[in-house]
């Protein structure tokens, strides 16, 4: 597995000095390495692993190094990372395995004056039973480094959901997120999608407390399945499922869907709506509604019209909807365990967040028919981009009334405003809030 070590070093690398999204990088790099499919998957979990570890990993070596980290050539401190990550989170790997292979990395990547020092550290970590000491740190600080997370979130959950929901969340962070598939339920039953992957070698399991969800194993390629290219099911998470039913479109209803792209909330609204009525799906760029409609065709769900638009600026060609869903652009930090280079961004990276998103809920109100239903939602964890944001539309807009949608899903709070929190719900960290146009 050699080659899945500097393939994953290599990523890790180019992900450091650009930026591009993991999930992409990686499905990119893998296709184009020749790697055989047990290298791949160790490559994958490697690159995964150090990625949403990277804060701890970096701790770890800056107590172990006799030179000051920042000190550390990019290239050396990426193989330590990949060391002593399979030191502490990969048991299956042989340690000696895990240090020979790193100082066969320095050679290969002829660094030839790193081989003694990454040799030593590992070695060194090992002989001290790979205790790591928090002596000195804050709680904040001591959760930052648990949970491979910066400061500020930790103390920003901590501060917002309290302690116990904060450590939940970042417990739920890390690791690999499960995989959720929604049953078009236009040309199929939960029963009969489990029944049919079964026969492809897939494992699939309904999901008890939602109907149309189920839950997928060990999938491989989904675009090869035949079950997907016949259109019986599109990826979808369990929080964004429930987005959908929390706007509850039915037969025959005019529906708008928001920053649509790419597509799974138009797909199971369609579905909902049994592919009787109209939703127009719009997204900024062409090359995304492009995407929405080719999954709408081969789901064959037609009354999707994708099209392009700009979510700031009201189009008047758009007809008053009885129900609109307005996903906004957000912080994506309840998605950590997806995108993991999330939780390494800057606080302030976000901080115009909540202007955009206002802008944008402002405008999809006024799409909204007097006596339809407008809701709001993003998979971040954020007051500021959340609860605020609703709020402050409830404050400023009397026209439009905060309602309770209920939803068929054990344990969903009886209140206009949702968040949804992945150790909870089993999905992703989501946000909702619904209103009702009353005049």
């Known amino acids: 597995m050699a080659n899945a070590r500097y393939t994953a070093v290599k990523l890790l690398l180019k992900m450091d000095s650009g930026k591009a999204y993991s999930n992409i990088l990686l499905d990119k790099e893998l296709s184009e390495q020749g790697l055989s499919e047990r290298d791949k998957a160790f490559a994958a979990a490697l690159f995964y692993g150090v990625t949403e570890r990277k804060m701890t990993l970096d701790y770890i070596i800056a107590q172990n190094s006799r030179v000051h980290f920042e000190e550390i050539e990019a290239e050396t401190a990426t193989i330590l990372r990949v060391g002593f990550y399979q030191l502490l989170y990969m048991p299956s790997i042989p340690e000696s395995a895990a240090v020979n292979e790193s100082v066969k990395l320095c050679r290969q990547m002829k660094l030839y004056s790193s081989e003694g020092y990454v040799n030593g550290m590992l070695r060194s970590f090992l002989r001290k039973n790979k205790e790591v000491s928090y002596e000195g740190l804050s709680d904040e600080e001591r959760l930052s480094i648990e949970f491979s997370c910066p400061v500020w979130l930790a103390r920003k959950w901590k501060n917002e959901y309290g302690e116990e929901n904060a450590v939940k969340a970042l417990e739920a962070s890390l690791g690999a997120p499960p995989l959720y598939a929604r049953v078009n339920t236009y040309k199929t039953t939960d029963e009969e999608l489990v029944e049919a992957l079964k026969k492809e070698g897939v494992s699939a399991q309904i999901n008890p407390k939602l109907s149309g969800c189920i839950k997928l194993n060990k999938i491989g390629d989904i675009e090869k399945l035949k079950t997907f290219k016949n259109g019986l099911f599109h990826i979808q998470d369990v929080s964004s499922q429930l987005c959908c039913l929390t706007l509850r479109p039915i037969v025959n209803e005019t529906v708008i869907d928001m920053c649509a792209a790419p597509g799974g909330k138009s797909f199971t609204m369609a579905e909902l709506m049994g592919n009787n009525g109209h939703i127009y799906s719009l997204d900024l760029y062409d090359a995304r509604t492009d995407l929405i409609a080719e999954g709408a065709k081969r789901l064959g769900l037609r009354i999707i019209e994708a099209k392009q638009n700009n979510a700031v600026r009201f189009d008047e060609t758009l007809p008053k909807a009885d129900r609109v869903l307005c996903d906004v652009p957000c912080s994506g930090l309840g998605v950590i365990r997806r995108k993991p280079e999330i939780k390494y ?14 802008a944008i809920l402002e405008v999809s109100s006024q799409y909204v028919k007097v006596g339809g239903t407008l809701v ?64």
């Open 345 to 358: 961004k800057f606080e302030s990276e976000f901080d115009d967040l909540p202007t955009l998103q206002r």
């Open 376 to 439: 709001y939602s993003t998979c971040t964890l954020s007051r500021r981009e959340n609860d605020d944001v609703a709020q402050a539309f409830a404050q400023d807009h009397p026209e439009f009334s905060p309602i309770v949608q209920p939803i068929p899903y054990e344990g969903a709070i009886n209140s206009p405003m949702r968040t949804f929190f992945p150790e909870k719900d089993g999905g992703d960290g989501f946000f909702t809030a619904a209103f009702r146009r009353i005049k």
